[in-house]
T-cell receptor, first 107, second 116 residues
Framework: GIQVEQSPPDLILQEGANSTLRCNFS?????LQWFHQNPWGQLINLFY???GTKQNGRLSATTVATERYSLLYISSSQTTDSGVYFC?????????FGTGTRLKVLA | DTGVSQNPRHKITKRGQNVTFRCDPI?????LYWYRQTLGQGPEFLTY????????KSRLLSDRFSAERPKGSFSTLEIQRTEQGDSAMYLC??????????????FGPGTRLTVL
């Protein structure tokens, strides 16, 4: 089955810094999402991005489907960006999640 | 438009007891999914419904677990004879009938189960 690798596993940033999170897939996926998990465990949808580039405020994401990877960019980070970021991919409907990137933004 | 809701949010039970969780998907979403997340890991797929039909069950779903989705609306996940290893966050998600992002899944807040 599909395997998902996320890097880096942990990231500490100063407020205002930029960062790039990466997600590699072992096989092609038809669906790909990025999530932010808040301290209460809620998974917040960031992007549904099986291919191409999308932007939403300070966040943007790019998926290169032919090379089986996706990138999440966070610009001008804020303390509220802290938490765990997951990417997940699926062939049809069953999402396989990575182990996440734990981000801590310091004031 | 309300999101996916789950009840209860927290459940503490003793080993050997049965527990039942409920998930209400986003209105008109015909696909519903259950996942389980343990500490430090990403969510893992448990099972999937399209309308009222349960179409796939993971090997993680032992015979102590049962899920239903009567009438294709809300779903319940029951765990019988709970074990300490069942302690986890149980997440429910739903996705739309049609549209550009047909398979975009929206998650509920989860039910955190602690088995003593």
């Amino acid at each position: 089955g599909i395997q998902v690798e996320q890097s880096p596993p942990d990231l500490i940033l100063q407020e205002g810094a930029n960062s790039t999170l990466r997600c590699n897939f072992s096989d092609s996926v038809n669906n790909l999402q990025w999530f932010h998990q808040n301290p209460w465990g809620q998974l917040i949808n960031l992007f549904y991005i099986p291919s191409g580039t999308k932007q939403n405020g300070r966040l943007s994401a790019t998926t290169v489907a032919t090379e089986r990877y996706s990138l999440l960019y966070i610009s001008s980070s804020q303390t509220t960006d802290s938490g765990v970021y997951f990417c997940a991919g699926s062939g049809a409907y069953k999402y396989i999640f990575g182990t996440g990137t734990r981000l801590k933004v310091l004031a | 438009d309300t999101g996916v809701s789950q009840n209860p949010r927290h459940k503490i039970t003793k080993r050997g007891q049965n527990v039942t969780f409920r998930c209400d998907p986003i209105s008109e979403h015909n696909r519903l999914y259950w996942y389980r997340q343990t500490l430090g890991q990403g969510p893992e797929f448990l099972t999937y419904f399209q309308n009222e039909a349960q179409l796939e069950k993971s090997r993680l779903l032992s015979d102590r677990f049962s899920a239903e989705r009567p009438k294709g609306s809300f779903s319940t996940l029951e765990i019988q004879r709970t074990e300490q290893g069942d302690s986890a966050m149980y997440l429910c998600a739903s996705s739309a009938r049609q549209g550009i992002s047909y398979n975009e899944q929206f998650f509920g807040p989860g039910t955190r189960l602690t088995v003593l």
